[in-house]
């Protein structure tokens, strides 16, 4: 049997995805109560009704558009030995190069919803805390995952909410090397001590 590449699920896989596709790119810009139905629709080319058939409301189609990017999978899954550092870097050259930071600050932003409020929670938890639990192999490795993920939200927010003009001013580099060592004080003290 050959794969079909033509047909109405093919078609119906192709507008979800580009409803999705304008979606995370206005909620990302423009955040949740600035981004109407009407202009994902119009940027993706669909009529609203479709949008609302899809994915069930507007407040829906946020919650599976808000992720933090594929990169973040990456640096957690990376060598332990340098996780804090890596990841101070990720978060400082996404706010350089203005990517990655949409997701958390249309999330931020929208968290008085309590929808969004668990999406945010859980895609800390998914993302940031889970994977080093069974790799940190300690008996307090839940504690210390989810004070990780404590970390590098307030990083987070100082960055992409805040906007904390010192942090932005200063060299990328200078920044990993004081805040890196802080957050690889929780994931392996040992490593940070030397």
Known sequence: MTATTSGPGVRSAAVKQAIHTAATRLFAERGFAMTGVREIAAEAGVNPAIVIRLFGSKEGLFLQSMTLPDEWKAVIDGPLDSL???????????????SGGGAFSALIRASDRPEVQRKFQSTTHEVLAAPLIDRLGTDDAPLRASLFAAQLSGLMLTVWIAEDPAVLAAEIDDVVDLYGPVLQAIVTPSIAES
């Open 84 to 98: 804090g550092r890596r990841t101070v870097r990720l978060i400082l050259e996404s706010r350089k190069s203005n």
